[in-house]
């Protein structure tokens, strides 16, 4: 019996109960020989045998109740591998063992693709062909002039046959332990880089759907490959934020992204406020260009805008210009915009002058050396007063774009408290703040009663929910939700709030922890 206790993604934790205990993800050691393997029906035939002959394949798999087993996977090219292992991973809920396919090297890839078992078989059998297995390397031991690592076959200088199969699967143990953090994608995205295979199979896989990816994260996003223009929570802001994107003003302002997030506390963005001020009140949108991500300003405490690293050079690829560029045409679009200023220079400029092309569309130009100098700022200023359309309520429409963006929910506010971007939002009483942390909204009981049966809710027996709320006690669950979504959870007696630990799918499906309570109070039937 599998229990998942989170999500990253396609990666999981969580143990297995089965003649003992076993945390997941789980490396099992040969040299060991552990009782699960006793358990285990690894079939009479490799898995890749399906693709040659699926009705000899049906005699010899394996039957195993308990586990998905994947043998000769080693065989495979990188695309067929990722295809392979994404549909034994979307299958079924059950623990998914790939059998003498783990290295080193591989580890933090097939883990971020699902796999949670793995085997030194591989790290037995190069230390008895006398290899020395580092996390990206396999080295001959003879040439190993001193060791590398702090394992006890290196501290006693035993390079034996078998001391070098205890170490190579030290080694491997050490990199799975390494791979289970919150920021797993950046660490992925840095690994792959050393093995041109596993890089193509990255590729692949972003191309897959990523239905199991949180849309919210604590996780820093590091930018830094050109894997970042495919990440999941890429991909997913960028179209899910023009789909909600209802822009109120009449003229939008182009402006480059900054180091520190949100923008609007960054140095060069205060400074831009400061000479302008509150632009919206003049009726005028922000849309904030970066790499990949163009963020109009009522976006910029959702995530990953508000929590992410690029480096601010405004030096830019032919790439970079043409996927940006795209993006930021597709948000103008969904403008009635009268007139359209660029405060950019640099690789910035590029990208808004190839937008202008693609729409035929003119641009007001106001930075000339750089955004922040006076003469470029006393530009942007005469543009910016030439000009004066009604304005709106940026923290509003903050919220508006936010909850939309979330819930896929329109609700009325009356007022905003609360320091910038530490905002509160309320009717009567409070329904919502943001969480910069998730970079989300937390919604109130006031505002959750509206989004039961609607949105994001999740139904569940009859009983009061405290800490956590398990699968077995969930009746039904909005399949839109992911994991980290903020959630709505209900019986006839009971309202609360609470985050997902795994999709809405899996709530009816698997087994596990399903919700973290937040917050939880009596329904009032009457009033919902």
């Known amino acids: 019996m599998f229990r998942q206790e989170r999500r990253l993604g396609f990666a999981r934790i969580g143990y297995i109960e089965l003649e003992g205990k076993y945390r997941t993800p789980l490396l099992i050691d040969y040299l060991e020989k552990p009782k699960i393997l006793e358990c285990i029906d690894f079939g009479k035939a490799p898995t890749v045998l399906e693709e040659i002959d699926k009705k000899r394949f049906e005699v010899l798999r394996s039957k195993d109740e308990n586990f998905v087993i994947a043998t000769g996977l080693s065989t495979l090219n990188p695309k067929k591998l990722v295809e392979y292992i994404y549909k034994l991973r979307t299958s079924t809920y059950k623990p998914l063992y790939t059998v003498a396919l783990a290295k080193p090297s591989n580890i933090p890839l097939l883990f971020y693709m699902g796999v949670d078992i793995f085997d030194n078989i591989l790290a037995i059998v190069k230390g008895y062909q006398g290899i020395y297995m580092t996390e990206f390397e396999e080295i001959d031991a003879d040439k190993v002039k001193e060791p590398m690592c702090c394992c006890p076959s290196c501290v006693n200088g035993d390079f034996s046959e078998e001391g070098l199969a205890k170490h190579n699967t030290f080694v491997m143990k050490r990199v799975l332990n390494m791979s289970v953090r919150e920021n797993l994608r950046n660490f992925v995205e840095a690994w792959v880089k050393f093995d041109?295979?596993?890089?193509?199979?990255?590729?692949?896989?972003?191309?897959?759907?990523?239905?199991?990816?949180?849309?919210f994260s604590k996780a820093r996003v590091v930018m830094t490959t050109e894997h970042s223009f495919t990440r999941p929570e890429v991909r997913y802001f960028l179209s899910r934020a023009v789909d909600c994107y209802e822009p109120k003003g009449k003229a939008l302002l182009i402006l480059p992204c900054s180091a520190k997030k949100p923008y609007s506390k960054s140095r060069s963005h205060t400074v831009i406020r400061r000479a302008l001020g509150e632009v919206w009140k003049r009726g005028i949108e922000e849309v904030i260009v970066s790499s990949p991500l163009v963020v109009p300003r009522v976006y910029e405490l959702t995530y990953p805008a508000v929590n992410y690293d690029v480096a601010v050079s405004g030096d830019w690829s032919r790439d970079e210009v043409e996927f940006v560029s795209e993006w930021l045409s597709r948000f103008v679009e969904k403008g009635n915009f009268e007139v359209v200023i660029g405060h950019v220079v640099g690789g910035y400029k590029e990208v808004v002058?190839?937008?202008?092309?693609?729409?035929?569309?003119?641009?007001?130009?106001?930075?000339?050396?750089?955004?922040?100098?006076q003469s470029s700022l006393r530009r942007l200023k005469e543009v910016i007063e030439s000009y004066e359309f009604e304005g709106y309520s940026l923290y509003k429409s903050m919220f508006n774009h936010m909850l939309r963006y979330q819930f896929d929910f329109d609700f009325e506010i009356k007022r905003v408290r609360g320091k910038y971007p530490n905002l509160e939002f309320y009717v009567d009483g409070r329904v919502a703040r943001i969480d910069l942390n998730y970079g989300c909204l937390d919604i109130d009981l006031a505002l959750a009663k509206h989004l039961i049966k609607k949105a994001y809710y999740v139904e569940i027996?009859?009983?009061?929910?405290?800490?956590?709320?398990?699968?077995?006690?969930?009746?039904?669950?909005?399949?839109?939700?992911?994991p980290n979504d903020i959630v709505v959870f209900y019986n006839d007696r009971y309202l609360g709030v609470g985050r997902s630990l795994m999709c809405g799918r899996e709530m009816v499906e698997n087994d596990g922890k399903a919700v973290e309570v937040k917050k939880v109070g009596l329904r009032d039937l009457q009033n919902d």
């Open 196 to 215: 041109p295979n596993l890089t193509a199979m990255l590729r692949f896989f972003d191309k897959l759907n990523q239905a199991y990816h949180p849309r």
């Open 353 to 373: 002058e190839r937008t202008a092309e693609r729409l035929g569309i003119d641009v007001v130009w106001t930075a000339e050396r750089d955004v922040t100098d």
């Open 461 to 482: 027996d009859d009983f009061k929910p405290k800490g956590t709320i398990f699968a077995v006690g969930v009746k039904k669950a909005d399949e839109r939700i992911r």
